[in-house]
């Protein structure tokens, strides 16, 4: 999956979003029991497996403070930094190199993978940590979610897509194998994440495909019971976004859609974004755009007003949301010796303030995730 989510950002500048650790190539062997993990897996109620923590901290996490993973300019380290005061942000853990695709359970718990393919949770002041599954090796193979309060835990094994709770490991579904083939970066991505209000999972993506219902493509299931309640084709680049949650997500022309519990499917505009981002409070979405001039932008989606606008000035992409208001994402350039003449990264990344419509230059190098995900208003 490193190598997925470098093709995957190709065009989109400096801005990767870390994800998931597992080989590039998409898997072409047979697909797992819809019954049972290809690989065996720990699960709720079972005695998990112990490990040395990869993540080691300095100081005491405090309570309710705005945390962020990701690394500083000028040092390759991943940290959990405390930016609650932004002027004197600080380092409070670091992770070890073999700590993968890091990011937060809750406030003072953190998962990444290992070069083993095992998904971990760590608490922040122990130096022991849980192996909570494994998986084999395949495209998209590994990548994996947490619901807002921690408790449940969903990821994909080769092309079976898994639900860890207080149920056990199950398979919800086994989907088509994804055939080798390029990957468009402005069209192609794979989306899994609980919904805000933890009563739903989505998994959106464009490359296992083929199948139509319990195995379409694109799904939305309920957290509870891994119940199907939407299926689609031929969509992408999702993202949740409000409280009570509804998914956005738009087709390979821009049309944006929205999908809900209580009135299914609206379409909302045209917009032909790329890596959709929420705010926690979930009142904005962030995302990368095609500008002129050989670069990319980044634009807002007000999801109450259903209208956009842009930061500028052009000359950037990867935004990801550290608060309500504050939003990181890196600068990038014109570049015509580069694969299919995408843009490449400048080295200067920024913080832009929604409210201020200001930009400063970032410490922060690279941002995985923030912590907390979801806060009010709910909408």
Same mark, same amino acid.
């Given at each position: 999956?490193?190598?997925?989510?470098?093709?995957?950002?190709?065009? *989109?500048?400096?801005?990767?979003? &870390?994800?998931?650790?597992?080989?590039?190539? &998409?898997?072409?062997?047979?697909?797992?029991?819809? %019954?049972?993990?290809?690989?065996?897996?720990?699960?709720?109620?079972?005695? &998990?497996?112990?490990?040395?923590?990869?993540?080691?901290?300095?100081?005491?996490?405090?309570?309710?403070?705005?945390?962020?993973?990701?690394?500083?300019?000028?040092?390759?380290?991943?940290?959990?930094?405390?930016?609650?005061?932004? @002027?004197? !942000?600080?380092?409070?853990?670091?992770?070890?190199?073999?700590?993968?695709? &890091?990011?937060?359970?809750?406030?003072?718990?953190?998962?990444?993978?290992?070069? !083993?393919?095992?998904?971990?949770?760590?608490?922040?002041?122990?130096?022991?940590?849980?192996?909570?599954?494994?998986?084999?090796?395949?495209?998209?193979?590994?990548?994996?979610?947490?619901?807002?309060?921690? /408790?449940?835990?969903?990821?994909?094994?080769?092309?079976?897509? #898994?639900?860890?709770?207080? !149920?056990?490991?199950?398979?919800?579904?086994?989907?088509?194998?994804?055939?080798?083939?390029? $990957?468009?970066?402005?069209?192609?991505? /794979?989306?899994?994440?609980?919904?805000?209000?933890?009563?739903? $999972?989505?998994? =959106?993506?464009?490359? #296992?495909?083929?199948?139509?219902?319990? %195995?379409?493509?694109?799904?939305?299931?309920?957290?509870?019971?891994?119940?199907?309640?939407?299926?689609?084709?031929?969509?992408?680049?999702?993202?949740?976004?409000?409280?009570? /949650?509804?998914? =956005?997500?738009?087709?390979?022309?821009?049309?944006?859609?929205?999908?809900?519990?209580?009135?299914?499917?609206?379409?909302?505009?045209?917009?032909?974004? +790329?890596?959709?981002? !929420?705010?926690?409070?979930?009142?904005?979405?962030?995302?990368?755009?095609?500008?002129?001039?050989?670069?990319?932008?980044?634009? =807002?989606?007000?999801?109450?007003?259903?209208?956009?606008?842009?930061?500028?000035?052009?000359?950037?992409?990867?935004?990801? =949301?550290?608060?309500?208001?504050?939003?990181?994402?890196?600068?990038?350039?014109? *570049?015509?010796?580069?694969?299919?003449?995408?843009? %490449?990264? %400048?080295?200067?990344?920024?913080?832009?303030?929604?409210?201020?419509?200001?930009?400063?230059?970032?410490?922060?190098?690279?941002?995985?995730? @923030?912590?907390?995900? +979801?806060?009010?208003?709910?909408?």
């Amino acid at each position: 999956m490193a190598l997925l989510a470098g093709l995957l950002t190709v065009g *989109c500048g400096g801005g990767a979003t &870390p994800t998931a650790h597992t080989t590039a190539a &998409p898997s072409t062997s047979s697909a797992p029991s819809a %019954t049972a993990s290809a690989t065996p897996s720990p699960v709720a109620g079972s005695t &998990p497996a112990s490990a040395a923590s990869a993540v080691h901290c300095s100081v005491a996490i405090p309570a309710g403070d705005n945390l962020v993973i990701g690394t500083i300019v000028g040092d390759p380290t991943v940290v959990v930094r405390d930016i609650q005061d932004p @002027a004197n !942000a600080r380092n409070l853990c670091t992770f070890d190199n073999n700590a993968l695709a &890091p990011q937060f359970v809750n406030g003072t718990t953190v998962a990444y993978e290992t070069p !083993a393919n095992q998904i971990i949770r760590a608490n922040l002041s122990s130096p022991t940590a849980t192996v909570l599954a494994s998986y084999g090796t395949g495209f998209d193979s590994g990548q994996y979610a947490f619901s807002p309060d921690g /408790s449940a835990l969903t990821y994909l094994d080769r092309d079976a897509w #898994h639900l860890v709770n207080a !149920a056990g490991n199950r398979v919800l579904t086994t989907l088509p194998a994804a055939p080798g083939r390029g $990957i468009a970066a402005t069209q192609d991505d /794979s989306f899994l994440a609980f919904s805000p209000d933890g009563q739903y $999972i989505a998994y =959106f993506q464009t490359f #296992h495909v083929g199948g139509s219902g319990e %195995t379409a493509p694109d799904q939305v299931r309920r957290a509870a019971d891994g119940g199907l309640v939407y299926s689609t084709s031929a969509a992408t680049m999702a993202v949740w976004a409000s409280v009570p /949650s509804r998914l =956005f997500f738009r087709d390979s022309t821009g049309n944006v859609k929205r999908w809900d519990a209580a009135g299914g499917v609206s379409s909302m505009t045209t917009l032909s974004w +790329v890596r959709p981002k !929420a705010s926690p409070d979930g009142r904005w979405i962030a995302y990368t755009f095609t500008a002129s001039g050989g670069v990319n932008g980044v634009g =807002f989606y007000s999801v109450q007003a259903n209208s956009v606008s842009n930061t500028t000035p052009p000359g950037r992409s990867g935004a990801r =949301f550290l608060s309500n208001d504050l939003v990181f994402y890196a600068g990038e350039k014109a *570049c015509s010796t580069c694969f299919g003449g995408q843009p %490449t990264p %400048t080295g200067v990344t920024y913080i832009y303030s929604i409210a201020g419509a200001s930009e400063i230059t970032s410490r922060l190098a690279t941002v995985s995730d @923030a912590w907390p995900r +979801v806060t009010a208003p709910a909408l």
